[in-house]
């Protein structure tokens, strides 16, 4: 499946997990940058078993728990155990809802009504996933 796929894939379980008796709670500290007692990961449950951990950095899913048919359960997205992993600079949209466009915008420049708006170069020669807007 390619990335974008999975993407889709992932957003519609997250989107309609919302719609189908989901829970929120917090889960465990996830690192420890911010305070020394980490940023908390929210996590939604179903009644079904399925459970979605969610970073408050970058709205990034760590872990997708759900049972198969024999009903173990699998962590079945790809996510980073600790915080750090996720700034360190070598995977900033990995796990991550991806910001104002999904892809890169050619030459990082766009026109809207006439208009021509320039963005930040991050993929030369192109702007790529809206920007990363966060930086440690």
């Keep these: 499946m390619a990335p974008a796929v999975n993407a889709t894939v992932v957003g ?3 989107a309609a997990a ?7 709670s917090l889960g465990k500290r996830f ?6 007692r980490g940023l908390p990961t929210y996590v939604l449950r179903s009644e079904t078993g399925v459970s979605i951990h969610i970073s408050p950095i970058g709205c990034a899913i760590t872990k997708l728990l759900a049972p198969d048919a024999r009903g173990r359960v ?16 070598r995977n900033p949209y990995f796990g ?3 910001g104002r466009c999904a892809n890169r915008i050619a030459d990082g420049q766009f026109k ?3 208009q021509t708006y320039s963005l ?6 192109n702007e ?7 930086e440690p």
Aim: glycine share 16%; no cysteine.
């Design 31 to 36: 690192g420890r940058y911010f305070t020394t």
């Design 128 to 134: 790529l996933h809206g920007t990363l807007l966060f």
């Design 74 to 89: 699998s962590d079945i997205v790809l996510g980073f155990d600790d915080l750090t992993a996720y700034l360190d600079g």
């Design 18 to 24: 919302l719609f189908i008796g989901f829970g929120p």
């Design 12 to 14: 519609g379980l997250v």
């Design 96 to 98: 991550v809802v991806v």
């Design 120 to 125: 930040p170069i991050n993929d030369p020669p």
């Design 112 to 114: 809207l009504d006439g």
